[in-house]
């Protein structure tokens, strides 16, 4: 198994600021990966972070809003910037230790931004 | 990924047998069948996995048909602790082009004493 610690679990922000999420796992692992979910709703994939090359987004995310770094195989970060009301949310971190096995997810940081 | 569909929520008492059943009309050969359960405030959390017939482990049933486009998870004798969201994931998770898990939209149950 993986565990996995998020911080900060929750968060308070003004709009027009950022804020960097951070994502620790105590072990390697091979995938790591960003959601968001709205509350009451299902997760929606930011995008896969890679170690050591620019994250891959899915449709509907950019790098300038959602920037990933992954230095290496136990941590991520996902920063939101210039945030607004919308960005309030719940963002989660997954990762996966290899192909073919479960997925862990992290508690998840609840963002409400103001 | 094969598109999934479930029940959107479903209501029960502690004691009881729970089955939540998932369609998944266009699985391919490789898929497998996962179920992840997601508490308020938590981050899902890995039940099952399966690709035929049927898997039991210490927390759940999961039975598939021959035709595996469709599977139904059991919850044997649900407390209100169980009283969650549950999600049907299909997906060949060894296929190294994949991209990360495809959550729909999820069954929410609800325990009552």
């Known amino acids: 198994s993986a565990v996995i610690s998020q911080k900060p679990s929750r968060d308070i922000c003004q709009r027009g600021t950022s804020l960097t999420i951070q994502c620790q796992v105590d072990?390697?692992?091979?995938?790591m990966f960003w959601y968001r979910q709205q509350p009451g709703q299902s997760l929606t994939l930011i995008a896969t972070?890679?170690?050591?090359?620019?994250?891959?987004?899915e449709s509907g995310f950019v790098i300038d809003k959602f920037p990933i770094s992954r230095p290496n195989l136990t941590f991520s970060t996902l920063t939101v910037s210039n945030m607004s009301p919308e960005d309030s949310s719940i963002y989660l971190c997954s990762v996966e230790q290899s192909r073919g096995t479960e997925a862990f997810f992290g508690q998840g940081t609840r963002l409400t931004v103001v | 990924l094969a598109k999934t569909t479930q029940p959107i929520s479903m209501d029960s008492y502690e004691g009881q047998e729970v089955n939540i059943t998932c369609s998944h009309n266009?699985?391919?050969?490789?898929?497998?069948i996962t179920w992840y359960q997601q508490f308020p405030s938590q981050g899902p959390r890995f039940i099952i996995q399966?690709?035929?017939t049927k898997v039991t482990n210490e927390v759940a049933s999961l039975f598939i048909p021959a035709d595996r486009k469709s599977s139904t998870l059991s919850l044997p004798r649900v407390s209100l602790s169980d009283t969650a969201v549950y999600y049907c994931l299909v997906g060949d998770w060894m296929d190294t082009g994949r991209r990360a898990l495809t959550f729909g939209s999820g069954t929410r149950l609800q325990v009552q004493p």
């Open positions: 972070a890679n170690q050591g090359s620019e994250a891959t987004y």
């Open positions: 072990s390697q692992v091979t995938m």
């Open positions: 399966g690709y035929k």
């Open positions: 266009n699985i391919a050969t490789n898929d497998y």
